[in-house]
């Protein structure tokens, strides 16, 4: 079956600019995840959404971003006028059940953001 | 709190074995283990839930030591296609998220 889907791939973005990120989950997985993956670096937990209910955003940097998942499905991460800093690449990953991090999580290509 | 891997980068031979280790200070709920290529996404290999269980996939193992908070990935007679960047991931109780790593660049030479 299809994985997780990521749009757009790639994202150039002028710093000041708002940019929006979707991610389509594997179908019927519960929970969903936002990792920022900065170059050569492992990924860092942004948030986590357990059907669309946030539950976790103790992971993003600033009140600049921000994630809904409002009909349970797909999600959005907003990013408010960017900066440079938040150059990296965005990966989103589903799980099936509700149990958090204990699951296996699947992930998808990311969608990589360049800050100008 | 991130957790620790070694080595850092590893060259190896095809047909050569590889030993890739994840230290916590944290008591861990559980270690994933992915494997990336570059430009692509982290794929799964396997994940350990219990103190001192291994895991098997393939020619690819792991064992998770949870009185040492450590897990170890071990892979054998390496082929060209484990080339990639190991990252373990951990989970602490009441976290939601994964920890992962810094990763272990793994180069397989024919």
């Known amino acids: 079956g299809a994985g997780v889907s990521q749009s757009p791939r790639y994202k150039v973005a002028k710093r000041g600019q708002d940019v929006a990120l979707r991610c389509d989950p594997i179908?019927?997985?519960?929970?969903l995840f936002w990792y920022q993956q900065a170059l050569g670096q492992g990924p860092e937990f942004l948030t986590y959404f357990q059907n669309e209910a946030q539950l976790d955003k103790s992971g993003l940097p600033s009140d600049r971003f921000f994630a809904e998942r409002p009909e349970g499905s797909v999600s959005t991460l907003k990013i408010q006028r960017t900066q440079q800093e938040d150059s990296a690449v965005y990966l989103c990953a589903s799980s099936f059940f509700s149990g958090g991090a204990r699951e296996t999580q699947y992930f998808g290509p990311g969608t990589r953001l360049l800050v100008l | 709190q991130q957790p620790v891997q070694s080595p850092q980068a590893v060259i190896l031979r095809e047909g050569e074995d590889a030993v890739i280790n994840c230290s916590s200070s944290k008591a861990l709920y559980s270690v994933h283990w992915y494997r990336q290529k570059h430009g692509e996404a982290p794929v799964f290999l396997m994940i350990?839930?219990?103190?001192?269980e291994q895991k098997g996939h393939e020619k690819i193992s792991a064992s998770f030591n949870e009185k040492k908070q450590q897990s170890s990935l071990y892979l054998t007679a390496s082929q060209l296609s484990y080339s990639g960047t190991y990252f373990c991931g951990t989970v602490i109780r009441g976290a939601d998220g994964l920890t992962f790593g810094k990763g272990t660049h793994l180069i397989i030479q024919p």
């Open positions: 350990l839930l219990k103190g001192g």
């Open positions: 179908s019927g997985h519960v929970s």
